[in-house]
């Protein structure tokens, strides 16, 4: 069943009991007995989440998609991702959280972006009975015990474990890191998709982004077609029909408070935007989602 709210909550590692790290990890007995209903609506996150169940099993609705994690299995959700968690009261296991800039200040922003799994919530679930499953154990308890220490050179050492954990992940999905590629254009395209992230609702046109990049509004284009394989204002569509999805299945709000939030200029302009990628009407769609 879809979970309804009045407005999408937004969380960031500052609604955790967190030291200033950009980091942070708990188990799920703990997450349990005091995070629980940070996750019980739907929530959208400004960082990344790393979910291991050790046993039992766990129900995740990440952006109308229902998956159920069993044991073993690893479950990683990126950010701006809208989910509702519901998690066995009784499962062991590990919730880790971490911000993009955490784990930059050591390695190169792209590195982090190579590991394939984290460009889309996906779930790890060959973990249990490899041999690797000792190693994880040992990386998620060491994480915790220097989490927990919170000394002068917790943050490097907490990075140095956060990649291990990373490389065991894209392991078990086939493939580690994403294979060689031009750096700088896909450094500008991450930033095209960070800057996207902050105006979607407000500046349409790919001229924008091409200069705030200082790129001519072609070159961005064509980088786009070659890394994301679309341009960018299909790009740019899209994350606006995904938020207006997730506003129709997880809010009360009708599709004129809609429409005005994502910076429609009338409601059946945005009726016209939306049924031509569903073919349904927002209200339609909204009903399919009950």
Known sequence: MVVKTEEIRVLTLEDFESPDLGFFITSLQ?????????????????FYTIIFLEDQAGRFVVDQSSTQIHK????SVSPTSVCTFEIDKQAKGWVVLFTDAFFSKRYNDNVLYDFSFLKSNSVCKQLEHTEDMPRWRMMMDAMYDEFKR???D?????????????????????????????????GKVRLFEQLLEQYYKRERFPSFYAEK??????????????RRSRSVGEITRDRIRME?????????????????ELGFDSSSYFITFFKKKHGLSPEEFRKTQR
């Open 72 to 75: 073993g299995e690893v479950l």
């Open 30 to 46: 703990s997450y349990n007995q005091h995070y629980c209903s940070l996750f019980s609506l739907p929530n959208q996150r400004r």
């Open 150 to 152: 919170s000394g002068a």
């Open 154 to 186: 917790s943050r490097t050492i907490l990075r140095s474990y956060l990649n291990i954990v990373l490389g065991i992940m894209g392991r078990h999905h086939g493939i580690a890191v994403d294979a060689p590629y031009n750096r700088e254009k896909e």
């Open 244 to 260: 207006a999805e997730r506003l129709l299945c997880h809010t009360f709000k009708t599709v004129s408070e809609i429409s005005f």
């Open 213 to 226: 990049l200082n790129i001519s509004t072609n070159y961005l284009n064509r980088i786009c077609k070659e």
